[in-house]
């Protein structure tokens, strides 16, 4: 190089226009245009709830990470996009080395029609906030993009890499020019619609209960400092606030700052003012913004078919609407409003549901599609729509019940089987639920309606355990037949309720219902009706523990259903008279009666219901020691439950089995029968009934001798008693405990816990309950030797049955009682009592107890030196357990008489029990 030669050399920079060179060069330069990389707005200190959103973000951007280049964060107008995407970005820049280039934000007001830019306006702006002179910048759309890119690739190459943040999309079309195609240039979209541009997506959800709460205080403390505790002092007025925004961040932060604009403004008043609904969205507002004008934005983009729609959405009351549901306000193809629903939801106007097919409205978003179809109701067709919605749920409620009582429902072609049905209830349930409710708030639309609702409802919440909700629907129908004075419908209204009530076990209440409606039927002269209230009211008597009243009234109740040719009601009567049968211990008389209600729902082929009066069957048949037939009996009802997917019922009859098998002595069995029972009250959510399965496994568990699983089993049954608060569970799981631990040998703390017991059912006030447990301390005390203590306990017992009228107990109480005579010496008062307990079980047609009575009966005789007696005592024994087929009693019996025929008891000895009983006897 030559001393005169000229070197220029330039570095340290990125430039977009020609670069001059030489020796001598004059220039006139222009004004020096500084790139705009930090222009964000700022980000609020308010912001909270977003913790996922973040940091799912963050690692998108993250250089060390496989390269997301493009997020779009999507969702409802005022969800808080531009907030999440800002505050992901200050913390991106924030970190050394990801973004060394710096942050380019653009509003491309994608909604506003009036501000809206193009992306050739979007691309200007862009060029000039990194440094283009404008008059480089060329005219069309491509070259301006083509530009764009070139710069941004330049920039990432120079280890100047930029993020982009690009807020407000409407369209793919707008966006789509303005993202980088370097592979290193990362960016944010943000839009309420979800854009098919290739980005990773990100769609936004309303804050939690908690985090709007937060939202809150944090943006009043934002603006009026930490000083102001209105939030923290009135957390419930907080909570209600945030409910009625429906954790909309718009929302929570225009109420922020209507507390924050006057700060002697309790919180408890602005909650009220927003309570009332048709106003919500008006009271929403400030100055600078509005919860209704960002909603405007999104419905000014929608076309006419999409608008429609939108404004019918609201006169579904339920928390979502079905694709079907929809169409039937549309009274269109569903294959066409499904399209509709998916532009709303790409427009996220809706929300699809946690199933395809579903779709939500927010909250606030209802109120506001609701006061536009009010404002053009008649255009919309609104009232044919309502109309077609009633009908679709009303016929579709009717058509899915039918299946769950016969399997095959000819009546019912709107769904091709069983499990469509079942999946149309789970689907609609909640709907036609508030549809109901809806109706009964507006009196003019047919009470009628209520009570189809809720009556074609009823298998459905048996099925399901839903009570409350009927109970809600009826309850909400007889308001309106009070004040309209309509005697039949609420007649049947209070029938219905009493029925629901009943299987709620609120039977005080139920009885109430039936009784009031007995009484509106005499007055109406209806006889039939009557007749069918009579029936029902025995259930609820049942309930009462009023068993021979029970019986009574449905016995007549099916003698009037039969004379008059109501197979149905006929089958519903005895269904109910078996089952007072079964618990007044009459137990022949209780088999017959289900036998003759199974015979009828056979002929109507009503195949559950069939199955349930063959559950009670096998109970009575259980009671009567009939334990292989009632196995056998337990075990088709269970299969058939399986078939129609009845778990309810199902669970029920697990329970009955359980308790047959481990009469059988087939304990392992018992334990997964009552396993299989709960899992299936764990499946319902019933707390209550999972205490009572709990109690029952522990007892089978401790039957077979896995006594550390028993104690485990029912600590744990104890536990949940105290949790429910349910003294008489707790006190009933403490008894059978007792029974565990006496199985095990433990029987000083088996007659600790039975003594426990009888005090907890004492202080409940629960005389039957305290007497079982009475009962079951005297055979620990037998146990323990302690025989003047157990005959205490069992004449204890013997004067509780006989005071609560419960013949077949009082049996079982005197045959106990001899026992404990017999080894207390006192052998006279023993046959006594064995003679008093074979009269009650006569009386009550329980062979099985008869038969171990007169076996005990023999082996006392004996003792007394009257061998001939013994000898027919035994005989009789004998011939019992023979025809039960019980052919290890039958042994023993056998045994007895012969030992009496030779007269060889040895008197000298103490005597001994004459057999033994596992821990389910309750004698």
């Given at each position: ?19 001059i ?17 930090s ?36 969702g ?18 924030r ?14 007001f ?25 008059e ?7 070259d ?5 890119r070139?710069?941004l ?12 943040v690009?807020?407000?999309a ?13 592979g ?20 936004l ?12 205080a944090r943006?009043?403390?934002?603006a ?16 209600t ?36 609904a048709?106003?919500?969205l ?11 004008a ?5 419905y ?5 078919a ?74 919309d ?60 708030a ?30 809600r ?53 209806d ?5 069918a209230e009579?029936?029902?009211l ?16 449905s ?22 008279l ?5 618990q ?12 003759s ?21 096998g ?24 078939e ?59 039957s ?8 485990d ?9 105290r ?22 040998g ?24 305290a007497?079982?447990?009475r009962?079951?301390l ?19 017992a ?25 080894l207390?010496?006192?052998?006279t ?15 009550t ?6 038969a ?20 027919d ?15 290890e ?35």
């Amino acid at each position: 190089m030559t001393p005169h030669s000229v070197h220029n050399e330039i570095t340290g920079g990125v430039f977009f226009a020609p670069v001059i060179q030489g020796q001598v060069v004059n220039l006139q330069l222009p004004p020096t245009i500084a790139p705009a990389l930090s222009g964000l707005p700022p980000a609020t200190g308010s912001f909270t709830g977003r913790d996922r959103e973040i940091g799912a973000i963050l690692q998108a951007l993250a250089p060390d990470q496989p390269p997301v280049l493009v997020s779009a964060l999507s969702g409802l107008a005022g969800i808080g996009k531009t907030e999440l995407a800002v505050q992901a970005a200050v913390r991106a820049v924030r970190e050394e080395g990801w973004f060394p280039g710096g942050v380019l934000f653009v509003d491309l007001f994608g909604y506003d029609p009036d501000r809206r830019l193009t992306p050739e306006r979007a691309l200007d702006g862009l060029l000039r906030a990194l440094g283009i002179p404008a008059e480089h910048i060329p005219p069309g759309l491509q070259d301006r993009a083509r530009l764009y890119r070139s710069a941004l690739d330049a920039l990432a190459t120079a280890g100047r890499r930029i993020l982009l943040v690009l807020d407000n999309a409407a369209s793919a079309a707008q966006v789509e020019p303005l993202l980088p195609t370097d592979g290193r240039t990362a960016a944010l979209v943000t839009s309420r619609h979800t854009l098919d541009i290739g980005a990773r997506l990100h769609d936004l959800d309303t804050l939690t209960p908690d985090a709007a709460v937060d939202l809150l205080a944090r943006a009043i403390h934002e603006a009026r400092g930490a000083d102001d505790t209105r939030i923290a002092a009135d957390p419930e007025a907080a909570a209600t606030i945030a409910e009625l925004c429906a954790g909309l961040p718009l929302a929570l932060r225009i109420a922020a700052a209507l507390l924050a604009d006057h700060p002697t403004r309790p919180v408890a008043s602005l909650a009220q003012a927003l309570a009332t609904a048709h106003t919500r969205l008006d009271r929403l507002r400030r100055e600078d913004r509005a919860v209704r004008a960002a909603f405007d934005l999104s419905y000014q983009q929608l076309a006419h078919a999409q608008a429609r729609l939108f404004r019918l959405l609201p006169l579904n009351p339920g928390p979502d609407v079905g694709t079907e549901a929809a169409a039937e306000l549309l009274g269109e193809d569903p294959y066409e409003s499904e399209s509709l629903l998916q532009d709303l939801a790409r427009a996220h106007l809706i929300e699809p549901g946690q199933a395809w097919g579903r779709w939500r409205l927010h909250d606030l978003v209802r109120l506001y599609a609701d006061r536009l179809g009010g404002e053009r109701g008649e255009e919309d067709g609104r009232k044919d729509a309502q109309e077609r919605l009633c009908q679709y749920y009303l016929l579709g409620t009717d058509a899915a019940s039918a299946y769950l009582v016969e399997l095959d429902s000819e009546g019912a072609p709107r769904f091709p089987d069983r499990s469509s049905a079942l999946a149309w209830l789970d689907g609609e349930y909640a709907n036609v639920v508030a549809l109901a409710l809806a109706i009964a708030a507006s009196p003019q639309d047919g009470v009628g309606r209520v009570v189809d609702l809720a009556a074609g409802l009823m298998p459905f919440c048996n099925l399901r355990r839903r009570y409350d909700d009927d109970i809600r629907m009826f309850t909400a129908a007889l308001q309106v037949c009070q004040s309209s004075g309509d005697l039949q419908q609420e007649r049947e209204v209070l029938s219905g309720l009493a029925i629901v009530l009943s299987a709620a076990y609120r039977f005080d209440e139920a009885l109430a219902m039936h009784t009031r409606a007995l009484a509106i039927c005499h007055r109406l002269g209806d006889d039939r009706r009557a007749t069918a209230e009579l029936g029902r009211l025995s259930s609820v008597l049942i309930g009462l523990n009023r068993y021979e009243e029970a019986a009574d009234a449905s016995r007549a109740a099916a003698t009037t259903f039969q004379e008059s040719g109501d197979v149905l009601g006929e089958a519903t009567a005895l269904t109910s008279l078996g089952m007072a049968l079964y618990q007044a211990q009459r137990l022949e008389e209780a088999v017959a009666a289900n036998a003759s209600a199974v015979d009828c729902y056979r002929a109507l082929g009503m195949r559950v219901m069939e199955a349930v009066a063959a559950t009670n069957t096998g109970l009575a048949l259980q009671g009567l020691g009939r334990f292989h037939e009632a196995h056998q009996v337990l075990s088709q009802a269970i299969a058939v439950f399986r078939e129609f997917g009845d778990r309810a019922q199902e669970g029920d009859a697990l329970t009955k089995l359980g308790m047959t098998l481990a009469e059988l002595g087939r304990f392992e069995e018992a334990v997964d029968a009552f396993a299989e029972s709960l899992a299936i009250s764990r499946e319902f959510g019933d707390r209550h009934l999972e205490v009572g399965d709990l109690a029952n496994l522990g007892l089978a568990l401790g039957s077979a001798e896995r006594f550390t699983e028993a104690v485990d089993t029912l600590g744990e049954a104890t536990a949940l008693a105290r949790d429910l608060d349910d003294a008489h569970a707790e006190a009933d799981v403490c008894d059978k405990l007792g029974s565990v631990l006496r199985g095990g040998g433990h029987f000083e703390e088996a007659a600790e816990a039975h003594r426990q017991a009888v005090l907890l059912f004492e202080d409940l006030y629960a005389p039957y309950s305290a007497t079982s447990a009475r009962c079951h301390l005297g055979l620990a005390l037998l146990a323990l030797d302690r025989a003047t203590e157990a005959v205490d306990a069992f004449q204890g017992a013997v004067v509780g049955y006989r005071d609560l009228t419960a013949p077949h107990d009082e049996g079982c109480a005197f045959h106990s009682l001899g026992l404990a005579l017999l080894l207390a010496g006192r052998p006279t008062e023993a046959a006594e009592a064995q003679t008093r307990a074979i009269a009650l079980f006569q009386g009550t047609s329980d062979r099985l107890q008869e038969a171990r009575a007169w076996h005990a009966l023999g082996h006392v005789q004996c003792y007394l030196s009257k061998f001939t007696e013994a000898q027919d005592s035994h005989a009789r024994a004998l011939a019992l357990f023979t025809e039960l087929a019980d052919h290890e009693a039958a042994a023993g019996a056998r045994l007895g008489a012969a030992i009496a025929h030779n007269e060889h008891w040895l008197r000298s000895d103490p005597p001994q029990l004459p057999y033994s009983s596992n821990v389910n006897s309750q004698a």
